[in-house]
């Protein structure tokens, strides 16, 4: 599986009308109002290939937050996109979008249909349910596998970093918080269907979504609602290093911190790239 992961993710040129990118088009912002927020991804998702974004910016005021999702819709064929990813797309069909919440995002399993689905397949458990657990160095969620170095936030540098450095290492952050990092995977299930997995701050929310037929494109759907201004995608590698994140290593290995990027003579869109993950 590893071969066909590791795409360099973006945001879809088609938005919602309040989204504005960056020119690297890993940052959106909405830039009026709560709504008209919604982006996709620039190309479809791989099967157990996470888009995963971290919380750049909120704005006081508003009452909700982030929401992500999948779609089997092309954005690219949209002639308008909705206002609101819940419930103006998902009423469209052949969408599927979980509303993150302060609190309680985690997805509880119904133990009475989980059970007869093991009689039904003659107590196969293994191969019906994605049990998810942790490494030392990926999160496994059936038989996907994330590297976890990028799931969690970390700190920017500033005077109180030494403080946020112990929420991120205990993965304390809470959902909608600043730096706290969203991401959604779908993970095969079998006969040409699917699960919808969400993962905050490295933990799996469990199968928000399931038996999502995979026998059409499915791209990520990542809703800037309300209290969530901004969001910036993360780039999560799956086996070798590509070019670009090499270049950008080699970068910051000789700098004092990833803020000194300014001083450089250097195109805007390759310092916002080294300065971020």
Same mark, same amino acid.
């Given at each position: 599986?590893?071969?066909?992961?590791?795409? *360099?993710?973006?945001?879809?040129?088609?938005?919602? &009308?309040?989204?504005?990118?960056?020119?690297?088009?890993?940052?959106?912002?909405?830039?009026?109002?709560?709504?008209?927020?919604?982006? *996709?991804?620039?190309?479809?998702? =791989?099967?157990? /290939?996470?888009?995963?974004?971290?919380?750049?910016?909120?704005?006081?005021?508003?009452?909700?937050?982030?929401?992500?999702?999948?779609?089997?819709?092309?954005? #690219?064929?949209?002639?308008?996109?909705?206002?609101?990813?819940?419930?103006?797309?998902?009423?469209?069909?052949?969408?599927?979008?979980?509303?993150?919440?302060?609190?309680?995002?985690?997805?509880?399993?119904?133990?009475?249909?989980?059970?007869?689905?093991?009689?039904?397949?003659?107590? =196969? /458990?293994?191969?019906?349910?994605?049990?998810?657990?942790?490494?030392?160095?990926?999160?496994?969620?059936?038989?996907?596998?994330?590297?976890?170095?990028?799931?969690?936030?970390?700190?920017?540098?500033?005077?109180?970093?030494?403080?946020?450095?112990?929420?991120?290492? &205990?993965?304390?952050?809470?959902?909608?918080?600043?730096?706290?990092?969203?991401?959604?995977?779908?993970?095969?299930?079998? #006969?040409?269907?699917?699960?919808?997995?969400?993962?905050?701050?490295?933990?799996?929310?469990?199968?928000?979504?399931?038996?999502?037929?995979?026998?059409?494109?499915? *791209?990520?759907?990542? $809703?800037?609602?309300?209290?969530?201004?901004?969001?910036?995608?993360?780039?999560? /590698?799956?086996?070798?290093?590509?070019?670009?994140?090499?270049?950008?290593?080699?970068?910051?290995?000789?700098?004092?911190?990833?803020?000194?990027? $300014?001083?450089? /003579?250097?195109?805007?869109?390759?310092?916002?790239?080294?300065?971020?993950?």
């Amino acid at each position: 599986m590893a071969a066909i992961l590791g795409q *360099f993710m973006e945001f879809h040129p088609v938005h919602g &009308t309040n989204v504005q990118l960056d020119r690297s088009r890993t940052k959106a912002t909405r830039v009026e109002s709560f709504a008209n927020g919604i982006c *996709f991804s620039k190309h479809s998702l =791989n099967p157990g /290939e996470i888009f995963l974004v971290e919380i750049e910016d909120k704005e006081l005021g508003w009452c909700g937050h982030l929401r992500i999702g999948l779609t089997a819709q092309d954005p #690219q064929s949209l002639d308008v996109v909705p206002e609101y990813s819940l419930p103006d797309l998902v009423d469209q069909g052949g969408s599927w979008v979980f509303a993150i919440t302060r609190n309680h995002n985690k997805v509880i399993e119904d133990e009475a249909h989980e059970e007869a689905g093991q009689a039904v397949d003659g107590g =196969n /458990e293994e191969s019906n349910r994605s049990k998810s657990f942790f490494t030392d160095t990926h999160l496994y969620i059936g038989n996907t596998c994330i590297p976890k170095d990028k799931l969690v936030g970390r700190s920017r540098p500033g005077r109180f970093s030494h403080i946020l450095d112990d929420l991120y290492k &205990t993965n304390t952050l809470p959902p909608t918080a600043r730096r706290s990092r969203i991401g959604v995977v779908y993970v095969p299930k079998g #006969q040409g269907f699917a699960d919808m997995h969400i993962i905050i701050n490295g933990e799996d929310m469990g199968a928000s979504a399931k038996g999502i037929p995979t026998d059409q494109p499915l *791209f990520a759907v990542v $809703d800037v609602f309300a209290a969530t201004k901004c969001v910036r995608i993360i780039q999560v /590698e799956y086996g070798f290093s590509s070019l670009q994140t090499l270049c950008r290593k080699t970068i910051q290995k000789h700098i004092v911190h990833r803020m000194a990027l $300014d001083w450089l /003579e250097l195109p805007e869109i390759l310092k916002n790239y080294c300065k971020f993950e």
